[in-house]
C-alpha cells in the first residue's frame, strides 16, 4: 500500500488509557491487508549516522481499518483506506508517513538510493511561454543538473550522474536520490525541472535498475 496520508487521531487531553496507535491512509496496490496482520513501513525512519544515511523500517501491527465510515475486516486493491497501527502517534502526526510503501514483512520492495531509468521527455513545457507566445521547448538533460523525482506519493530531489542509450535505442539516466525511496523496478516516475523558480514537469520514465540499500 503506497501511503498518501497519516495523522494522530489524539486529541490534547486523551487519557493514557484512551490513547490510540498512528494511522496511515492509502490504496493498496496488490495483495489483500487482514486486521491483526504483521505489518511493516518502508524506508520508515530515515537519520544520519556518522555522515551515512540509515533507513529504520517500521513494524506494527493492524489494529484496525476503516474505509470512510465502515470498518473492515481485510482490504483489497482500490478505493482509499486508513489503517490503524499501533506505531508512535508522533511517527504519524502531519502526514509523516507520506512517501513510505506498507505491506508484510518479507514481501516488501527494496530501498534504493540511485536509479537507472528509461526517459522519454516532453516536446515543450507546459504553462510557460517563450518569446513568440508558444509553449517553451524542453531543453535536453544535463549531467549533474538536479530534478525533482516523483515515485508513487514520494516527492525526492535526484542529481543525474550520467546519461546512455539503452539496449532498445532508449535514452537513461542515472539518477543519485537525495533520500532512499522503497520502489521496484518497472514502476512509473514523473521528471521535473526548476524553471523560473517553479518545478515543471519535463518528462516521464520507468525504472530499470537501481542501487539497493542494506539495512
Not at 96 to 121: A, R, T
Not at 155 to 165: E, N, P, S
Not at 176 to 201: M, N, Y
Amino acid at each position: 500500500m503506497i501511503v498518501i496520508r497519516s495523522f494522530d487521531v489524539n486529541k490534547p487531553g486523551h487519557k493514557i488509557e484512551e490513547l490510540q496507535g498512528g494511522v496511515a491512509g492509502g490504496s493498496i496496490v496488490k495483495g489483500v491487508l487482514r486486521v491483526g496482520d504483521e505489518i511493516e513501513i518502508r524506508p520508515g525512519i530515515i537519520e544520519k549516522v556518522g555522515g551515512q544515511t540509515v533507513c529504520k523500517p517500521i513494524r506494527s501491527k493492524i489494529k484496525d481499518m476503516h474505509s470512510e465510515n465502515n470498518q473492515l475486516q481485510y482490504a483489497v486493491p482500490g478505493g482509499l483506506i486508513g489503517v490503524g497501527t499501533q506505531i508512535d502517534p508522533t511517527l504519524t502526526r502531519a502526514d509523516h508517513l507520506v512517501g513510505n510503501v506498507l505491506g508484510q514483512p518479507g514481501k516488501m520492495p527494496s530501498i534504493y538510493v540511485d536509479l537507472e531509468v528509461k526517459y522519454f521527455l516532453l516536446k515543450r513545457l507546459l504553462g510557460v511561454k517563450s518569446k513568440d507566445g508558444e509553449n517553451a521547448k524542453v531543453k535536453k538533460l544535463a549531467t549533474s543538473e538536479m530534478l525533482m523525482v516523483n515515485i508513487g506519493s514520494t516527492a525526492v530531489g535526484g542529481r543525474l550522474l550520467g546519461l546512455k542509450k539503452g539496449k532498445d535505442d532508449s535514452e537513461q539516466a542515472k539518477i543519485e536520490l537525495t533520500q532512499p525511496v522503497c520502489t521496484q523496478i518497472g514502476d512509473k516516475v514523473a521528471l521535473s525541472r526548476r524553471i523560473e523558480k517553479h518545478w515543471r514537469l519535463i518528462g516521464w520514465g520507468e525504472i530499470v535498475k537501481g542501487t539497493t540499500m542494506k539495512l
